[in-house]
């Protein structure tokens, strides 16, 4: 048959186009949608010029990062709103929503190419779902916010609410399944307790992840008095320095949300420490450690902050511990006690866990008292740790005072658990997203991971001889009895089978032993060893 040479090349650019065309990532249509919700600092913000209307990513930056930082972020609270506004007026901080809002919560600095996994948000959990059959726009948003604002202030409370209602209708009239990571679980609550209505119309699911639900006591107590990194090791070299992100946070209602709960009833009370030089009435001194428990600390953040300022545009503006935000932040906290999931949606909790997470915070020594209360803020902090992720305990992540489907710890750090792999197979079940997962356990809420597996064969003269080894690791909510744990033995078992063949020279056995380890840390291995030989003449 002759082929014409036009012919040839057209279907030459088809195959050359057929080649450079990405494959379309699946997309399964029967998804209820998800909303991302961040936490404290986890949304890209840009500053707004009002005069010209150009904008400037301030929020996560490296070029200039310090410095638009102090010029754009700071801030100053305004009582008789509630809301927090930038030291410059010329300015307005907003989020971006492009991606359906993913892009602000996805990469915080979508410029940074060295380090860049540091500034990752929910970037690898969006991958996940996107390859489990999610669709950005369709079944997958984000709501980014300004992280500085109360979590129950009106105007954020409205941007959710709209928010909800354009993923409802974007998808169909599907119901909502909302994820909630650190702090944003604080908004989801605050807003479901104020807006029971919209949230039952509008959501399915409801999981909090890493919330901080009875506060974050260690974090925050040296964050008002020493500032926070938003990165840790030689990375925050190139972000906000602690000190201007001290400044910042001292005036943000956020922060002072996140403070212990007075009213919790604390297994280990969190306390502030200070060892200080005391004179009894005969002259004498001596080195004492003061404890401070989380109402009695109030006074001593009024001391240490009493003549913190910034010099911002030519003016000294004072910075002490803000008394008014802490009069709101407390009816903060009476609307979150009085928070109910309503009757058709169901709450899940995940929580981190096996991480020292700061929990009493200790300042100065028995060396080295503490002359003065306003050295505080110079003055390197020594914490007593808990149990948790690194920054919330788990007593306060488990403490939600809501009614629970499932609460389920797993091994992780704060930020760190948005990409963990136990996570995601917990999601997935959740979700109903892809295939069944075939390892995990619904009634007890623990996941089953293949951890190794080697198998060997030898066939020689009709003799074939087969060796298996697997094993896994089961991760449980539930603890043991961790003080009989140094006590127990692995559990032994040992199977036997065979299968006799038509005539002698043909049959098959099997034996294999399985072993059960004590569970330790909510971890339990689990161990196979199998043989199986068969004859075939």
């Not at 001290?246 to 200070?274: G, N, R, T």
Request: a negative charge; glycine letters at 6%; proline letters at 5%.
């Amino acid at each position: 048959m002759a082929v014409l040479l036009e012919d040839i090349v057209q279907s030459v650019e088809l195959l050359l186009k057929l080649l450079r065309k990405k494959p379309q990532p699946y997309v399964d249509p029967d998804l209820d949608p998800v909303l991302l919700v961040p936490g404290i600092a986890g949304s890209i913000l840009k500053a707004v010029d009002n005069a010209n209307g150009k904008d400037e990513r301030i929020w996560v930056r490296i070029i200039e990062a310090d410095y638009k930082f102090r010029t754009k972020l700071w801030s100053k609270f305004d009582p008789s709103t509630g809301q927090t506004v930038s030291l410059d007026a010329n300015t307005n901080v907003v989020v971006p929503e492009d991606r359906y809002g993913l892009y602000a919560i996805d990469v915080l600095d979508p410029d940074l190419i060295i380090g860049r996994d540091c500034v990752y948000y929910f970037h690898d959990m969006i991958v996940q779902m996107i390859k489990w059959g999610f669709q950005e726009g369709k079944t997958l948003f984000g709501f980014g916010y300004d992280f500085r604002q109360s979590n129950r202030l009106q105007g954020a409370l409205d941007c959710f609410a709209a928010k909800l209602e354009a993923v409802y209708n974007a998808s169909g009239g599907r119901k909502i399944n909302i994820i909630s990571h650190s702090m944003g679980g604080i908004l989801v609550k605050c807003f479901m307790s104020l807006h029971s209505d919209i949230f039952e119309k509008y959501v399915k699911n409801w999981i909090a992840i890493a919330a901080p639900f009875q506060g974050a006591p260690g974090y925050i107590t040296s964050t008002f008095l020493n500032g926070m990194s938003f990165v840790e090791g030689w990375e925050q070299n190139f972000f906000i320095s602690k000190w201007s992100m001290h400044q910042l946070l001292i005036e943000c209602p956020s922060i002072y949300e996140l403070m212990a709960c007075q009213k919790f009833h604390w297994q280990h009370v969190p306390l502030l420490e200070i060892w200080r030089e005391k004179e009894d009435a005969d002259g004498n001194s001596h080195i004492i450690l003061e404890s401070y428990c989380p109402e009695e600390s109030i006074e001593i953040y009024k001391e240490a902050l009493s003549s913190n300022t910034v010099d911002y545009d030519g003016e000294t503006i004072p910075l002490p511990f803000n008394l008014e935000i802490l009069k709101w932040a407390d009816e903060t906290r009476k609307v979150l006690a009085d928070a109910k999931v309503p009757s058709q949606v169901k709450f899940y909790n995940i929580y981190g866990t096996n991480l020292e997470t700061p929990h009493t915070v200790c300042y100065g020594s028995d060396d080295a008292p503490v002359a003065h209360l306003q050295e505080l803020r110079f003055v390197q902090p020594k914490y007593v740790c808990v149990d948790g992720d690194g920054t919330v305990p788990v007593e306060s992540a488990k403490a939600d005072g809501l009614n629970a489907e499932a609460r389920v710890g797993v091994p992780g750090e704060h930020r760190g658990i948005l990409c963990d792999h136990h996570v995601f197979r917990i999601l997935k079940h959740w979700l109903k997203a892809g295939d069944p997962d075939p390892f995990y356990n619904p009634i007890n809420d623990y996941v089953i991971l293949p951890t190794a597996f080697e198998i060997e064969r030898h066939k020689e003269k009709g003799l074939e001889v087969t060796a298996l080894k697997e094993e896994w690791e089961i991760i449980s909510d539930e603890q043991g009895d961790c003080d009989n744990i140094a006590d127990n033995k692995p559990l032994m078992s040992s199977i036997s089978v065979s299968q006799p063949g038509d005539d002698q020279s043909s049959r098959a056995e099997a034996r294999a032993t399985v072993v059960v380890h004590p569970q330790h840390e909510g971890k339990q291995r689990v161990e196979l060893n199998a043989i199986s030989v068969s004859v075939d003449a």
